[in-house]
């Protein structure tokens, strides 16, 4: 049995695995994930091996803490990965998109493939059938929009998500949410079509915090999975993190 983690940016999300099957996941704020984990250890006695991939603040000597109770693997770039990385700066491609990249090879063989990771920040990763890595882009996420036009503006509100009724907003309050969710929609399917016209025939991977709101949204069809990290750390364990 297995424990997946991802230490992001803002939570921490984690999964519990027996075999090929996810028993039970959680997601919870930076502060509670360590008491989350010791409770998941106590309620899943089996679990060997503990997963990791942290792209936060979190200190790898928080994560040891467990060390006396499970086997330890965080996820570096001096691990194996299922693809080859044909970035131009290889060292500064984060885990994440990297554990991202690798699961989209394991989970789907032979094809070409869009990962597009909507969380804090909207990552696009793409990787030929061939399995090569190429790159991608990073944009500001839906709530880093919202803050950006709260934080740097004298006047505009801090808003929660929310889908405009029109893409004409009558209020301040309306053309903020038209103006960074339609954006957020636009920037996606504008991506896809940009990749359509180099590669043509390709599955696209929509995940992260996001992805629930935006996948119904979207004029492309997609493979919506807001747990694909979690998954993906998964099958990186099952494909082998060492050389």
């Known amino acids: 049995m297995v424990l997946t983690i991802d ?69 570096t770039h001096q691990n194996r990965f299922p693809f080859e990385n044909r970035y131009e700066t290889p060292h500064t491609l984060g885990i994440d998109r990297m554990v991202l990249s690798a699961g989209s090879v394991l989970r789907f063989p032979g094809q070409n493939r869009l990962v597009i990771d909507a969380g804090t920040c909207i990552t696009y ?57 339609n954006g957020v929609l636009n920037e996606i399917d504008g991506f896809i079509s940009d990749c359509k016209n180099r590669w043509p025939n390709f599955i696209i991977i929509l995940t992260g915090g996001d992805s629930e709101f935006l996948a119904g949204r979207l004029k492309n069809t997609i493979f919506a999975n807001s747990n694909f990290l979690l998954e993906s750390l998964h099958l990186i364990f099952q494909f082998g993190l060492d050389d």
Do not use: C
């Not at 803050?147 to 740097?152: C, G, I, K, S, V």
């Open 125 to 181: 990763d793409y990787i030929d059938a061939q399995d090569n890595y190429y790159g991608g882009a990073i944009s500001p996420g839906i709530r880093l929009r919202y803050e950006a036009l709260h934080n740097y503006t004298a006047r505009l509100p801090l808003l929660d998500t929310e889908m405009p009724a029109d893409p004409i907003g009558k209020s301040t309050a309306a053309a903020m949410h038209s103006g960074v969710v």
């Open 7 to 75: 230490i992001g940016n803002t939570r921490t999300k984690g999964a519990v695995y027996e075999n090929h099957a996810m028993l039970e996941q959680f997601v919870i704020s930076e502060d509670q994930w360590q008491k989350k984990v010791w409770e998941i250890l106590e309620i899943h006695p089996e679990i060997v091996d503990l997963i990791v991939a942290s792209v936060g603040k979190t200190q790898k000597e928080a994560v040891e803490m467990f060390g006396g109770r499970v086997n330890i693997h965080f996820i």
